[in-house]
């Protein structure tokens, strides 16, 4: 069953937009599917553009923007989300030494939203609403 709202992480989009096979099974599970809403953290624009820059395709950045932007809705960081950004961050430092800030702001960002993440990162291991599939 899938979930109506996703929200996907970089690893999610990086997946997707390198075309490999865990992304066509990403794009047909909730991109193409009817009724799926896909959701994306501004942070994630953000870490596929360092990512894209330093790997020397700063050319491909807009039109990979404008893609994620025309396949979902990109949610902006607030003070509240930031706040308990952090606190997650805390958290699943404890299982995940390299638990970042920006896990924390996918997760929470995620979780305002009533939406189940889609994210390989182990930092996310042993939390239920998150998915890899």
């Known amino acids: 069953m899938t979930a109506s709202k996703v929200l996907f992480d970089t ?3 990086w997946e997707v937009l390198q075309g490999s ?3 066509a099974a990403l ?16 942070i994630s624009l953000g870490e596929l553009s360092a990512k894209l820059s330093s790997q020397g395709s700063e050319e491909s950045i807009p039109p990979t923007v404008s893609s994620i932007r025309r396949a979902s809705a990109v ?8 706040v308990e950004a952090g606190i997650l ?9 390299s638990a970042s ?9 995620a979780r305002q939203n009533g939406a189940r993440l889609v994210s390989n990162d182990r930092a996310f ?3 239920n609403d998150v998915t890899s599939r």
């Not at 794009?27 to 501004?42: H, I, K, M």
């Not at 949610?75 to 930031?82: H, I, R, V």
């Open 75 to 82: 949610l902006d960081l607030t003070g509240e989300l930031a």
């Open 27 to 42: 794009q047909r599970r909730y991109l193409d599917a009817p009724g799926v809403q896909v959701l994306t953290s501004a």
């Open 125 to 127: 291991t042993g939390e």
């Open 89 to 97: 961050r805390t958290r699943l430092r404890k299982r995940s030494k």
């Open 101 to 109: 800030l920006a896990d924390g702001i996918v997760l929470a960002t």
């Open 11 to 13: 690893w999610a989009w």
């Open 21 to 23: 096979e865990v992304g």
